[in-house]
């Protein structure tokens, strides 16, 4: 993909733009930081729910539609982005405020979207301006500013929805478990977009497995994200190299955690949940051994990450010492499978089919819906059950699974990348960190290519674990 060179937006020393900047919300910021912690919950209370947008790309552009749709007493009110040509919908893979307008204007709701340009704020610190006036917020940027965004929210003392994965490294694992906790204990509810978790064949199929036994107990599973990589943004003229990543994101480790993580965490979690058996808090395996590399023909000068991961997760003696097989391979022309199946000892499901065999292949489930229904779609579910769970003040937190999840997408990176066996929890407690000390546009961006313009990828037997660095 190609797109235009757009100009960096005039930065503020915190990196956030000055055309922006003005709006004043330090009275919000200092109402909500003097609400006590039980008071927090009390927007479910009141009619409107102020809406804040960080992360102006294409999933949260859909996003926001399916939040403010899902309740209207909901209004967009402000948004940030890295890049002001992302909230006007110019930059490349164009989305931001023309597409969310046009949509609710068609939904005939576009009173639901105030955004004048006093409330849209551009640059790394843009999303504390946003956080700091509303009471709910829809975090969609490359996951490795999760953990910061996450934190500031809770911090805050707001309600969250965030895209997966919520991290891409030991630190940030532990920062949004830890958020999670005070999360709860300031009654604020937050929903991950690991959507399948709010689809139904999903729902269906795990009261199938835990609740009536139908696979007996699970052995083993496997996991599939095979298919092409989504996009490459091609570096334009005049950009420095923290623009080129930041533009490039889902390209380099820092930012994206590798495609491991960045796609193949919605077939790898939905087996977290299924092994553990656990729909709240969610689990993950204790160690991952596994290969990869790049064999296609993408040159190097893209970027940093693998197109093939294979990894072997394994669980703990609580959970059988289940293995997890998972693949994801990123090539053109290559089998293409999204998928999960789980191995029990009286059957197997195959979650994509929606059905479960006897381990002769004789149907014994079937995911089906009366002639003319149609399954709700998750991305509107999880919206709906985010504003039910906020009015009714009931308690909902995904970060938990959310986090074990995308750690143990990190885990098999870890794996991949050393070429050796890791466990989880060396790995966590190294509390490892790949993520910049300082976010600015004109700072120096984590990895540099080669004087060739290549960038170097992690050879498995020399790469070194970052905490053994
Ligand atoms: N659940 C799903 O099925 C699903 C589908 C698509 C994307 N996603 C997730 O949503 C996230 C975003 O993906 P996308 O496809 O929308 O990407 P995108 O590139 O279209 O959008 C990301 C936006 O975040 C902005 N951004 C980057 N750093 C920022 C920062 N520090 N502060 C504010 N804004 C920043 C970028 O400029 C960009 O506009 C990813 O984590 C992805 O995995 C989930």
């Known amino acids: 993909m190609t797109d235009k060179p757009t100009p960096e937006p005039a930065k503020t020393e915190s990196g956030t733009s000055r055309r922006k900047f003005i709006a004043a919300t330090a009275g919000a910021t200092a109402a909500a930081s003097a609400l006590p912690i039980e008071s927090y919950a009390q927007v479910a209370g009141s009619d409107e729910i102020k809406v804040g947008m960080i992360g102006c790309g294409g999933r949260n552009s859909g996003a926001i539609v399916q939040n403010l749709t899902a309740n209207d007493s909901a209004r967009l009110v402000a948004i940030a982005d890295a890049f002001q040509d992302k909230i006007d919908g110019t930059g490349p893979r164009g989305q931001g405020l023309p597409i969310i307008q046009k949509q609710m204007e068609k939904n005939g709701s576009l009173k639901q979207v105030d955004v004048p340009e006093s409330r849209q704020y551009a640059g790394f610190d843009a999303y504390k301006e946003v956080i700091d006036q509303v009471d709910l917020v829809c975090i969609a940027t490359p996951p490795g500013f999760r953990p910061i965004h996450f934190e500031y929210a809770v911090q805050a003392g707001k309600n969250v929805f965030m895209e997966k994965p919520v991290c891409v490294d030991a ?3 532990n920062r949004i478990i830890e958020a999670a906790k005070v999360a709860d204990q300031k009654n604020l509810k937050v929903v991950v977009g690991l959507q399948r978790h709010y689809q139904n064949v999903y729902l269906e199929a795990f009261k199938k497995v835990h609740e009536e036994g139908l696979i007996g107990d699970i052995v083993s599973a496997q996991c599939w994200w095979n298919g092409s990589r989504p996009w490459i943004i091609e570096r334009q003229p005049g950009w420095n190299e923290m623009t080129y990543q930041m533009r490039n994101w889902y390209h ?4 994206c955690g590798d495609h491991i993580a960045e796609q193949h965490i919605h077939n790898i979690d939905v087996i977290n949940w299924f092994v553990s058996g656990d729909s709240a808090m969610g689990g993950h395996p204790i160690s991952a051994q596994g290969m990869g590399g790049r064999a296609g023909t993408e ?4 970027g940093e990450i693998y197109d093939h991961h294979y990894v072997e997760f394994r669980f703990g003696p609580e959970h059988n010492n289940v293995v997890m097989n998972s693949q994801c391979r990123q090539i053109k ?3 293409r499978r999204v998928a999960e199946e ?7 499901l195959y979650l994509a089919e929606g059905k479960i065999t006897d381990l002769k292949g004789n149907v014994k489930w079937q995911h089906r819906l009366p002639r003319g229904e149609k399954d709700p ?43 050796q066996e890791i466990t989880w929890d060396e790995a966590v407690k190294s509390d490892f960190s790949i993520m910049p000390e300082v976010f600015a546009f004109d700072a120096e961006a984590p990895v540099q ?19 053994k660095a």
Do not use: C
């Open 171 to 173: 630190h940030g694992y």
């Open 252 to 255: 380099f480790v820092w930012l």
């Open 299 to 302: 040159p190097l000068t893209v």
């Open 333 to 335: 022309n290559t089998w």
């Open 342 to 348: 789980i191995h029990g000892t009286d059957g197997i």
């Open 377 to 419: 779609n998750p991305y509107d579910v999880e919206h709906e059950m985010l504003h039910k769970h906020i009015r009714e003040d009931i308690p909902i937190n995904n970060a938990y699974y959310g986090a074990k999840s995308s750690f143990t997408t990190t885990l098999g990176r870890l794996a991949t990348y050393s070429g």
């Open 449 to 467: 290519p080669g004087p060739d313009g290549n960038y170097q990828l992690a050879i498995p037997g020399e790469w070194p674990l970052p905490w």
